[in-house]
């Protein structure tokens, strides 16, 4: 019997390796692009996006420019993989043509819960893990 099947969030973060050339990292683009488009054909994946470089961070009273972060850090763009398990999502995103030129994917499953403060989240402070 199939195991039910969860979004996975795939974030790709970074940028690309300098050393690299144009063409190169064109290449991955475009291979990049047949995998994730089969992928999304074949139902194991879910439409994302780039993201555009600017942006606005919004905080309690305060909205900036942004977003501003470490390099390594930065968010390129994010689609979805659709599979059974953590492990069954990392082993399709290890075959991203784009992972030897310098980009990093991050895979986060999606909690369909609704949040409670009561909840260890990834928002909980550190002091309130303690009590």
């Given at each position: 019997m199939d195991q039910p099947k969860h979004d996975y969030l795939v974030i790709s973060r970074g940028q690309?390796?300098?050393r690299a050339s144009r063409e190169d990292?064109?290449?991955a683009i475009d291979q990049f692009y047949v995998w994730y488009e089969a992928h999304v054909a074949a139902g194991r994946m879910k439409p994302g996006s780039r993201l555009a470089p600017t942006g606005k961070v919004v905080a309690h009273h305060l909205t900036t420019d942004g977003p501003f972060?470490?390099?390594?850090?930065?968010?390129g763009g994010y689609w979805f993989i659709v599979a059974s398990s953590l492990e069954e999502a990392a082993e399709l995103a290890r075959h991203n043509p784009c992972l030897p030129f310098g980009l990093t994917l991050e895979l986060r499953p999606l909690d369909p819960e609704r949040a409670r403060a009561?909840?260890?989240t990834n928002e909980t402070p550190p002091e309130w893990r303690r009590g």
């Open positions: 690309w390796d300098e990292v064109q290449r972060v470490e390099t390594k850090e930065v968010v009561a909840d260890v």
